[in-house]
């Protein structure tokens, strides 16, 4: 849990520095569909990676049905739109330390904002530093609210079960029911529907590993929680 009563979550991707993670961004869109709440993916530092490297993830989102903004703060690039979407909105930035959700936040409120400290990644280890300790809850200038939160490396997805996770995967949904099992997982049944459409183009196999990936890790978390209850 970072926040409650939000009406939009801003995943952050860093296209660099540190090295960009779709499936902790997929996590955090999974478990944001759970809630009911809109999602954007944001990506960030894209002045520190190829061209290449920043269109691959765009397009990775793009194809899932998620809404994408390319974001710079240094250069300010893509800050109007992402403005526009936080208007009038209580809002959540998530992503990994590192990420540049302070840096962002604060190119976004401008000189009126309050103070927003921020810091660089880790040169030894490549990941971010944790610059900001708490969540935070900042006004946004003309209306609205944002919460600036701790950089995270992994979610724990509570109350949802693996069974569910299909529903909450835009590009994978439309697949249910429609593989040769009702009850496939869409993991290592014959004839799924999923496995097909990663198979031709339809659906990016990086989303169907990122999602068998998540439905695996469900299962153990699941299995812990059992366990602990013994």
Not at 155 to 182: E, H, I, S, W
Request: net charge positive; with cysteine.
């Amino acid at each position: 849990m970072v926040a409650a009563n939000v009406d939009l979550v801003v995943a952050l991707l860093p296209a660099a520095e540190p090295e960009p993670s779709p499936r902790l961004t997929d996590r955090v869109l999974a478990s944001a569909a759970a809630q009911d709440v809109e999602t954007l993916v944001a990506i960030s530092k894209t002045d520190l990676a190829p061209a290449a490297v920043v269109e691959d993830l765009e397009g990775y989102y793009a194809k899932a049905g998620v809404p994408v903004v390319r974001v710079c703060a240094p250069r300010e690039d893509g800050l109007p739109a992402l403005a526009a979407r936080l208007h009038g909105r209580t809002s959540v930035f998530v992503g990994p330390s590192g990420a540049g959700k302070s840096t962002l936040l604060k190119a976004l409120l401008g000189p009126l904002g309050p103070e927003i400290a921020t810091g660089a990644v880790n040169a030894k280890t490549g990941r971010g530093r944790h610059t900001t300790t708490s969540c935070r809850l900042v006004p946004f200038p003309g209306g609205g609210w944002v919460v600036d939160t701790p950089g995270v490396r992994t979610l724990v997805l509570p109350g949802m079960r693996p069974a569910d996770l299909p529903m909450f995967f835009p590009d994978l949904a439309p697949f249910n029911g429609r593989c040769r099992f009702q009850d496939c997982t869409h993991r290592v049944e014959p004839g799924c529907a999923a496995a097909a459409a990663a198979s031709g183009g339809e659906v990016d196999p990086r989303r169907l590993d990122s999602y068998r990936a998540m439905f695996q890790t469900m299962l153990e978390e699941e299995e812990r929680r059992r366990r602990s209850r013994r």
